[in-house]
Each structure stands twice: as C-alpha cells, then as structure tokens.
C-alpha cells in the first residue's frame, strides 16, 4: 500500500521560505513520477511543481516558476518543495502526489487523474 506523508508547512511571513517533505512508502520511489498541487479555500486544486522519476525534468506552474524548487533524494524515498519568495496568494494545502512514470509524463504532467496517489496535504499559510 502506497502512502504519502506531508511535511513542513506552517505559518511564515510574505518574502519568508518554507521547505515541504513528502515521505513516500509502499513503492519502487525510483520509478514514479511526484508532484505537488495546492488548494486554497473555495478554489479548485491546482498543479505547482512536477518531478521525473530520476529527477532529471522538472516542470512548474507558471504562479511556482523563479521561486519554488522541486527535488527528490531517492535513496530517502522524500520529494521535497523548497518554496521562496511566498506570497499571501501562496496560502493553500499542499499535496503530494505520485503516479507510474510513462515516457508521455511531459504531456500530463498538470493533469490530477494520472496521479494514483495522494498524501493527506499540509497547510501554508502566508501572513501579509
């Protein structure tokens, strides 16, 4: 049984950092593609950052693209979100997400259906 653990969010002030964790267990964690999406109040999810299985290709949203980091250490199983430069705009839960990597990823990697996986989401709050 795959499971996602979420880590590292919390109160920070506008311009502060925070670095978010996902545990992963119960797969080949070098095999899967992670991702991480967030979801303000009222709003739909949304994608912010995606990683290949070998970490070589990483994609971001446009709102992520000059501030935020994704990484994995997959000798630890953990995918990492370093987060810069946050914004009160940056207030969501975030999530992880894991899905089989397919040499099409660069083509879905937005998308929340190819994601089989989900953790249970951490809270960012970002004071003004």
């Known amino acids: 049984q795959v499971e996602l653990v979420e880590s590292g969010g919390g109160l920070v002030q506008a311009g502060g950092s925070l670095r978010l964790s996902c545990a992963a267990s119960?797969?080949?964690?070098?095999?899967?593609?992670m991702a991480w999406f967030r979801q303000a109040p009222g709003t739909q999810r949304q994608f912010v950052a995606a990683i290949t299985a070998s970490g070589t290709n990483k994609y971001y949203a446009d709102s992520a693209k000059g501030r935020f980091t994704i990484s994995r250490d997959n000798a630890k199983d953990t995918t990492f979100l370093q987060m810069d430069s946050l914004r009160f705009e940056d207030s969501a839960v975030y999530y992880c997400?894991?899905?089989?990597?397919?040499?099409?990823?660069?083509?879905?990697?937005?998308?929340?259906?190819?994601?089989?996986?989900w953790g249970q989401g951490t809270l960012v709050t970002v004071s003004s």
């Open positions: 997400a894991t899905g089989r990597q397919t040499p099409d990823f660069y083509s879905y990697y937005r998308r929340e259906g190819p994601y089989e996986h």
């Open positions: 119960g797969q080949t964690f070098n095999k899967y593609a």
